[in-house]
Every structure is written in C-alpha cells, then in structure tokens.
C-alpha cells in the first residue's frame, strides 16, 4: 500500500444516468432522471441541490451500493485504465452523513477498522494510522471512545478512517450538516488541507452553498426531485484557500450566481443560506 | 434498552431494602414460633426462618449434592440454549426465507406447556441428566434467540453500506459490525433466560430424577419436612440471583462500552 | 402412594400411544396370559432359579418418593436377596409425571408400583399390564378431618369441603360413604389441591381430605395432630388392593424365571418387614437416596402400622383373591366414571376380572 501522497486520482464520467425506487402501493419515486456530469482527476466537485434532490442516491450509485435504473459510470484511474465494477469499490473511499462510529472501538481502532477489513493485521494498521492523528488534529484522544468526543472530532476520525485507505475517489455526503457553523469552519479548513495532501478526486455532496463555493473547482446544481444537472459553474478563487476566502468579492459573486440558479429551479424557497 | 445493571447499587440504595427484610424475617419468624406452633401441626405449613436455617446447616451434605447436580444440568442446559439460541438468531437473520420459515415455529415451541412435555422428555431418554438439559435449553433458548435477533436487525443499514464500501465481505461485516452492535442485546436476552434456568432444571428433575433439588425438595414434601423444602427453595434463588450476577460480570468485561456509553447518556 | 388418578389414564393413553410407536413393548392380543395358562407354564418352567451366569437385569418403577409401601424391595436389594437370585435390580427414579404404569406398559420398567384403579383403568384402555401381587392386603385409605373441628361423623360432612387430587373416583367414593352414613343429599365442595391433604386441613383450607392412614395417619400422630377417620373399607367401599406390584404382559411370558425370582426375593424382603419392622424401616432409609427421610421415626412407625397389612390372613405375601379384583372393578363400573379406550363408560361385564391379576408368580405358587 501507499502512503498518503502516492494515491491514484480517478476521473468519473457520469452519463444519462435515472433511477427510481419503488414505493409500495404508490407511484415510484423518481430521485435522478438523465443526470450526465464528469468530475476531472483530482479535482474538488460539489453536488449543490436541494433536500430530496438525489444527491445522496448518486453517492450511492457512484461507491457502487446501488445500480441505476438507466446511464453509464465510468470511473477511470489517471493511468487511465477504467474500472470495472469489481475494482470499483476498493478504489472508493466514503464518508457518510453521520459519522458512523462502531462505539465498542477507540478514537484509533474506529479509524483502523477500514484497513483491518482490508486484511491489514490490527498492529501494522496502528502503526500506519497512528502518526496521522496529531495531522488531523485528534493528538491525546487515540483512546478516547466514539462518545467521549466532540462532533467535530467524530467526522475527523471518521474521515480519517477512509482516508487512510488511500483511495482515488472520495465522496463525502454532507459530512459536516451536524455540526454548529464554528466547528464547520475549522472542517472547511482542516479539510481543504487534507485534500491538497492527499490528491484524490473529491465529491462533496452538499446543500450549503457557501460550502460547496469555498471547498471546490466545480459544482453542479442539481435540481429539485427528479434530480438532474441544471448548471455547473467553475469555481476560480485564489490558492490556497482558507477561511480568508469568504472574504474575497468573487465569493460573494459565485455565492449569488448559485443562489439565482437554485432559485430560478424552484430549488430555494427563501433567499439566504439555507439551515438545516 | 431497559436494563437491569450491576454495581449502581450503593450502599444508600442496599439498606432500605435491607430493613424490610429484616423487619419481614422478624415478622415471619414471630407468626411462625408464637401462632402457628401453638396449632398442633401447624410447623407444617410455614416454617420459621431460623427452622428454615437449621435445615440448611443440618442438611448441608444432601443439599450440596443436590445442588451440584441442579448446577450441572443448568450450566450444561444454558451452554446448549445459547449455542442453539445464538444459532437461530443467525439463520434467522442471514435469510428472510428462513425467518418465515423457522420464526412461527420457535414462538410455538414456546406454547407448548412444559407440564406436558416433561414428562414424554423422561420417556425418550430416561431418567439421565439429558432431558433435563433439554427442559433447561427449552426454557432459556429462545429469550435468546428472540434477543438475537433484534441486536442484528438493529444494525445501522448506512453502517453495513459504509463496510461495503471498504471491499467488507458478509463475513466480515458480520464480525465487525453485527455481532459487536447485537451484544447488548444478545446479553439482556441472556440474562433472563438465566433467571429461568434453574428453574426449568428443578422442573426437568420433578418429572423423574436420582439426584438435584427438584427431586429432593419432592421427597421432603413427602417426608413432611417443610422446612427443607423452604432450605431448597433458599438454595435455588441463591444459584439464579448467582448467575444474573455472573451474566452481569461477564457482561461488563465483554461489552464495557456499552456501559460507559450509558452512564454518559443518563447523565 | 397417593396417585391422581385421573392423570394416570391420562397417561395410561399417551403410554398405549408410546406402546404402539415401541414395538418392542407391544403385547400382541394373543400373548395374553391366563391365569390358569399362566399356571401351566409355572409348573413345566424350571421352577429352580438359574443361578450363575450374568445377572438378568430387572427395573423397578416406584410410585412416589420411597416410603414403607416399598420396603420389601429396599430389604431384598439391603439383605442382597436380589443378588443371590441372579438378579441385578435397578430401582428407577420416581417420576412424578410418569406412572409406572406407563414405564410399564411401555417396556421402560420390567416392575412398578401400581394400585388396583389404575390396574382397571390400564386394561380398560388397552394398556398390557397386570397386577403380580398385593403389597397390602387392605385398603389403608381413610377420609380424615380434623378432631378439634367437631365434624366426627360422615353426615356432617354435608357441604363441607373436601380437598381432593383429581381422580375421577373421588366423589362417588365419598358419596358411597356419605349414602352408608344415611345422607340423602351428598353434595360437598371438591377442591383438587395437588398438595398434602394433611397440610390442607390444619391450614383449615378444606374440612375434609383422604389420607392414608399408614403415611399421613402416622405423621399426624408424630405431631400431636387429633384426627377424625372414616376407613373407605368400613363404610360401603368394596376393599381392594393399593398398593399392588404390575408387570408387562409381554414380559412376563418372555421371562417367568426371572419374574418369579424376582417376586421370590421381594415377598422375602416383605415377610421380613412383617417379623422385623424396625429393623425392615432402618434398611429401608439406608437404602434410599440420602435425605430421603427426615425424622426416622415416620418410617418406623409407618412400618409399625403396616406391618400386619402386608400379609394379614393370607398364608403367604402378595396373594390376591379374584373375590376382591372383581367387587371394586364392579363398583368402578356403578359409577359411570371408568371410560373404556372409545371414552365410553366400561360396562360391568366387560371386563375381564381374572386377566387383571395373576399370582403364578408368586412363590410356590
């Protein structure tokens, strides 16, 4: 295995891609409907939309859980040998909407638990995770238990855990929603820095414009339920980006543009950030 | 989760319950020695604790023999109910096919009346220690089972997603994931099928026996010694209010987080 | 001793169902036994025991927790009369929900403790078993209240109530004794309470309950406990035999040697509890599981009280008179209780009063 640094980023290509679920005793719910986008290696991407806009069901799609009614993935390594679906899986790295923590392991065991299920004996995956605590800032809690720590620190080690198994594409969904607007800032930050280190592909899904707008090179606004791309604007703000970002007139410019689109979709119903 | 845990219990929470025994022993002891040993006979129907007492010391040899047998057939009972309970909480969970076909079947093994099916287990395999382990694992399999299977299918479906996507194979996900998260519920369900085990031993043993608790409380009744059988029943609560304390042990040495994930949460 | 009835043909049908799966068990109708057949037999078979040679195995179901209704089998096992008889004698643990007349019938037990209504009940219903030989030439039952109650005579039992354990032949029995005593009108409360009768009426929860005078008789003696007795035998109740020792049909034709060593060894062991009581009571607690007994003094004085029952007027242990196996059967029949194995009451002449006992395997005989 690599370190960090040596990972592979991985383009995806996502084409006319549909998907409903069945409801029982009612008409299908239609979640995407001809959704194309691609995402270039080892870039920043965010999926903006509204709640119930499908957003979480193309993660789902794209970590391979579920199978689209319709459309074409391709995921392909900037070697660019393409992924089957087999491979696909193991060359993913997800980090879901909750942190997701098994409470029986400590801060280290949770963050390892990705490497021993990969067949990494429990002493070597320590050792590899062990010096990457004090980076993400989780120093002094190695054997702290998942409710002995903060919210923040919870994502942390749960991103943590599949950082560490250094994979091309990650995809977070709404990883920070659950927290107080202070400790997401730090995240913002903390996060950026991560992705700079690691030189993976990231796809944000997220209904926080002004997250979507600081963390990325792109983002796609998708539209109210049946989900599909509506607009997608490149993001060009100075590097490296930090919190001193928001403060940049361009921001506010990107900010606005964004806000119009989700409103002309019918995506936002009143104008300002949106809460959860 | 209700649960009933161990070692909260302080010293503030032991002595009222203490004094209403004290006070219920004092009480009994006196109705026993001043009403009813001035009825001719009357030592027959409630002997006095301190009589209940000497029956335990002066019988302690038959009454250890007794026991151990009693303790034998129910550890032996309680280690087949947890292989089998645990067993068919898995199928269970493993098939949906297997749940529809197995699940009615195990809540009717629940209704059939042990009072009739005691006695065809003696006729079966004789009057060994076998169909009273069998009595036992009837008894205490299927809070179990039933306790098993709830811990599985109260795993985090977004948790099994994300093990999917680390490449985890079923196998996998079921060590990592849903035996871990199925503990605690796997040892509530353990912890009542111990409070009936000892009980369903003195049943196996009431319906034919040589030697436990069962067998010999039965000959004191027939023998009139009322006091004994009071000195048996003691000895019985002693073993049941044992092992609920040794499941709780147990408990707290595999499952500490779960513990300390509570006393957090009732904080 | 004391047995619900009721459950015994309870069980006596799920026994005839197990018989029926156990082949091995099961008594073709022609293998049936005469008295008279059965007496052939006993005097072409070698009447001598065959001593030597591996022992034959025999099992001994008892009724209930050992008591002096099963001395003669703890003296012949304590004396080593089985084993000088070649025979290797397993006392079976009691079992509380299985009679040994089921063990019997199903070929579980070779022996057992029976009582003269089951014995009815088990060949009314199809069931191969018969009774070998009386342990107690009368019936000991007695309906019992207590003295300081004031009930001292049968009719003021009227209304009162009575503490039963669930056989079916309760209440005609004490309706009989009732009808003895003059009452017109029999009615009494029934309770089934499946605990000491004893215990019942000194708690004053019933007024009346049946005892057997050689166990609960004798402890309410031990205890100061007055008592009031009616005998069954003295007011109107046919006497029969309770208890009785049953054999399996089938085993008795496959094997007469080892039954009639079997009962050889056992009417000594019972001759003996008529001679020597004490020492006969002493063998028994030394023979039963320990703790069995707890104040010695019961079985001694229970064997006091029994020993001139076991062989009374009779010139040897265990002889039963067709007189006395057909007057209760008959009386059974009058009460419209006794249920043939189609659940019909059994007519009096239906039933074959010599097939439900033999004595050709008693000594000498």
Redesign the interface.
Known sequence: MKSIGEIVPIAVQVQHLSKSFPVEGGTPIHALTDLTLRVEAGSFVSILGPSGSGKSTLL?IL???DMPDSGQVSLTESGSRSLTSELR??A???M???D?L????SALDNAT??L???GLPRAEARKRVLPLFTDFGLGGFTTS?P??LSGGMRQRVSFLR?AV?ERGLMLLDEPFGALDALTRASMHEWLLASAERMGSTFILVTHDVEEAVLLSDKVYVLSPRPGTVVASVDIVLPAPRSLATLEDPRFAAYRRRLLDVLRSTGGLVTTGRPHR | MTDIRLGTATARNLVPPAITLALLLFAWEAYSRIVLDA???????LPAPTSVLAALVT?A??LA??TWHTVLETMLGLVLALAVGFGFAVIIDLSPMMRRAIYPLLVVSQTIPL?AL???L??WF??GILPKILVVGLVCFFPIVVAGVDGFRAT?P??I????????SKW?IFK??RL??A?PSLFSGVRIAVTYCVIGAVWGE??????GLG??M????????VA?VFACVVVISAISIALFLLTSLIERAV?P??F??GE??TQ | MRRLINTAIG?SI?GLL?AGCDSGATPTPTAQVSPTKALATATTAAPQPTVGGKPDKVRFSLD????TNHTGIYVAMEKGWYKDANLDVEI???????TPD??VS?G?ADFGISFAESVVTDRVSGLPVKSVAAVLQTNTSALATLKSSGLDTLDKLVGKRYAGFGSPFEVPVIETMLKSAGVKDTNFQNITANL?G??AI??KQADFVWIYMGWEGV??QL????LNTFMLKDHDVPDYYTPVIISNESFLKDHPDVARRFLAATAKGYEYGVTNPDDAANLLIKGS???????PR?PVQSQEYLAPFYQASQPQWGLQTLQKWTDFPRYLTTTGQLMGADGKPIQPDSIKYDELFTNAYLPGQ
């Not at chain 2, 009431?206 to 030697?211: F, H, I, M, P, T």
């Open positions: 789902g970590a391979g859980l899986s193991p993913i790295g997800y879901p909407q909750h997701l098994l409470p029986w392991r638990v990705g021993e299920v990969a238990y409710n002995e599949s198994l | 009825i001719p006979g009357g030592s027959r129907l019988n040899n038959d023999i007794n009072l005691a006695p065809l003696v006729l004789g009057f985090d977004e948790l997603r994300l093990f999917r996507t680390f490449g985890a996998s990592h994931v871990p998260g503990l009431y319906v034919g026996a040589q030697y067998i010999y039965q000959s004191k009744q027939h023998a009139f010694d004994t499952i987080w779960y300390r994930a957090r949460n | 069980l799920l197990l209930w927790t050992p008591n079976l643990p009691y079992s509380d929900a299985n089921t063990l199903t579980q000491s004893y215990s000194v708690a402890q309410t205890d100061g406990v007055g599981p320990s703790g069995t007994f707890s104040d019961l």
